[in-house]
Every structure is written in C-alpha cells, then in structure tokens.
C-alpha cells in the first residue's frame, strides 16, 4: 500500500533545481523526489550515516586514518630508502627562483 506526501510552500528557486536535477537524470519531478526520499530513508534506517559510524569506519568505502596506516605498514614493512628527501626537492625548487 502507498500513501501520497504533500510539501507545501516551497520556494521557487528550490523548485526550479528540483526540476533540473529531474531534467539532467531523464526523469520526473516525482521520479526525483522519490529517489531523494529513499536516499534519505535508507540513510537513516541502517545508521551508517551516523558522526559515530564514519569514526568506526562502518560506512562502505571509508576508512579511518588508523586503518589505513595499518594495511599500509602491511603491505610496506620496510620504509623507503631510495629516491630523493622532500627537503632536497624543496631547496632545489626555492633555489631555482
């Protein structure tokens, strides 16, 4: 079963981007508003947008910094040894002005 939602008074301007976001996705204004609405709601419903759960790392493709460091010194045990120092490249680069 479906209900039908109603919002009344919104602004033209807010309106008008609607319209366009439906333009630019070959759609409806109705098509558009539903895909929010279920974005939004699905948002909600598993808490994955939650300050709390981006920290865990809980939202898919995120990572915390620590994770990341983590599988980084996994795959690279050793530290890099060969190539140029940053300060080297920073004085070569200030000396050439």
């Not at 895909?35 to 915390?64: C, F, M, N, W, Y």
Request: overall charge positive; glycine content about 8%.
């Amino acid at each position: 079963m479906s209900i039908n939602l109603s919002i009344k008074g919104v602004p033209e301007p807010l309106a008008e981007r609607l319209r366009e976001r439906a333009e630019r996705n070959h759609g409806s204004l109705q098509g558009a508003l539903m895909q929010i609405i279920e974005h939004a709601a699905a948002e909600r419903i598993d808490g994955t947008d939650s300050p709390a759960a981006l920290r865990r790392g809980a939202v898919r493709g995120t990572k915390t910094i620590e994770q990341i460091a983590a599988e980084h010194r996994l795959r690279f045990p050793q530290p890099i040894s060969t190539g140029p120092l940053a300060v080297n490249i920073v004085r070569a680069d200030r000396d050439a002005r």
